[in-house]
């Protein structure tokens, strides 16, 4: 099969203390990146906030912004069209007075705003309150034709859930992207073992962002350690930091996704007629 190279770049980084000091130092990391030749890009779970999920306090819905009218996206899209890349980028959505989403808008290389993922599943366990914050995502599963070629998103918890990963791999998704806000003692184990896994069943590459750092919220403690799963459930040269800020840029021939899907066909043996008990229980 042909190389298909793709220059991918995940940004951690840990939360400054205010919302514009957190987005300027963002736009920073994405020029860095394009600067290193990265072609695609996208940044931690609602990036321009503190995970404010925590704690439930009505007070943190401020944080919202419109998509694609607000200022972070309308930022982004300015920052995409200047350096060239495709960025995905995740925010917490406003819809109207007591309608609110975690989602990503993915831009386009020329600065064209392409759409949005909402995340669907939402958890509500200690400290990750997020039904108090957000309605379940009601977009289905959207894959974004980009300059790098077929893109998808899925959100943090969503990742425990292989049926959305199998929907963006049937719809095309060639790289799937999932940022994240996941803490030390919660989940560390799973992060290493999930993203590989879904790239596997589902033969194409995941970009996995975490956090990074405390927040001076009570049970922050965000170990960053973002990567790329390529197809073979492999990890694409290392991951970042568990401590620091860190752009990553990986190399990711797309052309292992062919070559993969042609050796395990797990696409052509799939059986759905008899998967039916799974969406009727």
Known sequence: MSKQMVSAALVQ???TGDQESMVEKNISYARDAAEQGAQVLCFQEIFNSPYFCT????DNYSWAEPIP???TIQRMIAVAKETGMV??????????EGTFFNAAAVIDADGTYLGKYRKTHIPQVLGFWEKFYFRPGNL????FDTAV??????????RHFPEGWRVLGLKGARIVFNPSATTRGHSKHLWQLEQPAAAVANEYFVGAINRVGAEDLEGTDY???SYFADPRGEIVGGTASDTEDEVLIRQLDLGMVEEVRRYWAFYR???PEVYEEVAAV
């Open 13 to 15: 980084s840990e939360w």
């Open 55 to 58: 704690v439930q306090d009505s």
């Open 69 to 71: 009218d607000g200022p």
């Open 87 to 96: 960025m995905v980028v995740p925010i917490y959505e406003v819809v109207d």
């Open 140 to 143: 289905g599963y959207p894959v």
């Open 149 to 158: 070629g077929r893109i998808g998103v899925y959100i943090c918890y969503d």
């Open 223 to 225: 170990y960053g350690s």
């Open 269 to 271: 043996d799939r059986r």
